[in-house]
């Protein structure tokens, strides 16, 4: 899944009202974490990930959960990353051509 620069701005503008819905931390990105993003993945499509950890620690894991989800990082701030997968049975977020 690709995400071209409009749609990129459009998910972007609509996290920014949302909260952490997973926080990973001193025990780290465990197969329970992943799991618990994968299903707020399915349920909510967009969301935002809290992760505590240094700069290369975050910047791997980020990468570790894209992958393992199959998601697409919107954008990341500090210890905060965006994440968005489509749900193929029932999608909630309509993106611009």
Do not use: F
């Amino acid at each position: 899944m690709s995400l071209n620069n409009r749609q990129l701005r459009y998910l972007r503008g609509l996290s920014h009202d949302l909260h952490p819905v997973v926080m990973v931390g001193d025990k780290g990105l465990s197969e329970n974490v992943l799991g618990e993003i994968d299903t707020a993945l399915e349920h909510h499509e967009l969301i935002k990930v809290r992760i505590r950890a240094d700069r290369e620690q975050r910047k791997e894991w980020m990468e570790n959960i894209a992958e393992h989800c199959d998601a697409e990082r919107v954008h990341a701030i500090g210890q905060v990353a965006c994440y968005y997968r489509r749900n193929p049975e029932h999608p909630t977020l309509e993106l611009p051509a």
